[in-house]
Structures are given as structure tokens and as C-alpha cells.
């Protein structure tokens, strides 16, 4: 079986500064992706970041990068210079063929 | 840049009625799913959908559940006789191929089960 964990259910960060949001996954399978993906007040989930299990380089799209610890099934997700913009709940999820498995989300604040 | 469109935004309903939720998938896409989001709770898998078949459905998916894709553009998950635990935020998504290919979500329909 597929699990995701976020052991983070609210975060806050100051307006420009950096937040890191956990997330560890378990799977048995040998091939996978892992997603980060935020989902504003409007409810609309929005891909932010997306990582291959096979490649080693962990992923950056702009201010977002994540920390793929392929060993330690961990894949948390840094925010640099935080935005207004970025407020959200932020979802981790791993896809290992047909679905996506969830975490139950980080709630991000950030604060003007 | 092409989205994933649901509609309505919002559908309520009285208990033991049909519901038909509607979604309209990017255009190229070949894979179409449904997940729900009960409020405060993660979101979750229910059907996936490809070659007018289902490929995949999870324990929640049982017979109430129908999906079908009735013409070129358009996937319906249809709810038999609703339950007061049907209510929730559901979520169509669609992607280009599996496994590797991000999926893409619409902004969800709001069913409220009376």
C-alpha cells in the first residue's frame, strides 16, 4: 500500500522569508513521481513542483525546490522569498501508476 | 493555457437523489479521474477512466458510482442515490499518459447532500 505523510497541519512564515513543508511516503514500488501541489482559498489545485524517483537532481521551478531523500522516503518542499501569493494548502502526493495518494496537507500562512 | 472545467460549482441535493457532476478534460488528454475531498479531510482516488473503460477504482467507487464520457469533450461521475456522506468536494483531473504525467485538477464541484 501507497502512504503519504504531512506531519505539518499549519505553518506561517514572514512575507520574503524561506519555509521548508515535510512530507515522508512510503511505497514498495521501484518507479514513481512525486508531486507538490497547492491549493489556494479558490480551491483549485495548482501543480507546483514535480520529481522523478529515478533521477537523483532534485527538482527547482523558480522559488520552489524540493529535498528528494529517495532512502529516507522523504520529499519536503522549500519556499524561498515567500509571497502573499503563496498562502494555500499545500498537498503532497505520490503517483506510482493509475492514482495519486495524498497527504492530508500543510495550511500555509504567510504573514505581510 | 488549456484547464479542466467542472460543472456546476456547486450542487446541492436531498438524500436519495441522483447527481450527475460534469467535467470537461484539456482536449489532448487521454486519462480522466475523479477524486473527493471531504471538508478537513485529504483528497482521494476514486475512478480512473481511459478507451471508454474503467482502468482503476478504489473501495470508495462502489455501485452508486458511475462514470462515462457520453461524448467527445465531456466526463460525468453520476451518484445513484446520495447519501448524507456523498457530501464533499469533488475533483476531476485528466493527464496526457500515466504514471509519469502530471495530472491536472479542475476547480472541483461543492455537492451538499441534505
Known amino acids: 500500500a501507497q502512504t503519504v505523510t504531512q506531519s505539518q497541519p499549519e505553518m506561517s512564515v514572514q512575507e520574503a522569508e524561506t519555509v521548508t513543508l515535510s512530507c515522508t511516503y512510503d511505497?514498495?514500488?521501484?518507479?514513481?513521481?512525486l508531486f507538490w501541489y497547492k491549493q489556494p482559498p479558490s480551491r483549485q489545485m495548482i501543480l507546483v513542483i514535480r520529481q522523478e524517483a529515478y533521477k537523483q537532481q532534485n527538482a527547482t521551478e523558480n522559488r520552489f525546490s524540493v529535498n528528494f531523500q529517495k532512502a529516507a522516503k522523504s520529499f519536503s518542499l522549500k519556499i524561498s522569498d515567500s509571497q502573499l501569493g503563496d498562502t494555500a494548502m499545500y498537498f503532497c502526493?505520490?503517483?506510482?501508476?493509475?492514482?495519486?495518494?495524498f497527504g492530508t496537507g500543510t495550511s500555509l500562512t504567510v504573514i505581510p | 493555457e488549456p484547464e479542466v472545467t467542472q460543472t456546476p460549482s456547486h450542487q446541492v441535493t436531498q438524500m436519495g437523489q441522483e447527481v450527475i457532476l460534469r467535467c470537461v478534460p484539456i482536449s489532448n488528454h487521454l486519462y480522466f479521474y475523479w477524486y473527493r475531498q471531504i471538508l478537513g479531510q485529504k483528497v482521494e482516488f476514486l475512478v480512473s477512466?481511459?478507451?471508454?473503460?474503467?482502468?482503476?477504482k478504489s473501495e470508495i467507487f462502489d455501485d452508486q458510482f458511475s462514470v462515462e464520457r457520453p461524448d467527445g469533450s465531456n466526463f460525468t461521475l453520476k451518484i445513484r442515490s446520495t447519501k448524507l456522506e456523498d457530501s464533499a468536494m469533488y475533483f476531476c483531473a485528466s493527464s496526457q499518459e500515466l504514471a509519469a504525467d502530471t495530472q491536472y485538477f479542475g476547480p472541483g464541484t461543492r455537492l451538499t447532500v441534505l
Open positions: 511505497t514498495s514500488e521501484s518507479n514513481y513521481y
Open positions: 477512466f481511459y478507451n471508454n473503460e474503467i482502468s482503476e
Open positions: 502526493a505520490l503517483n506510482t501508476g493509475n492514482q495519486f495518494y
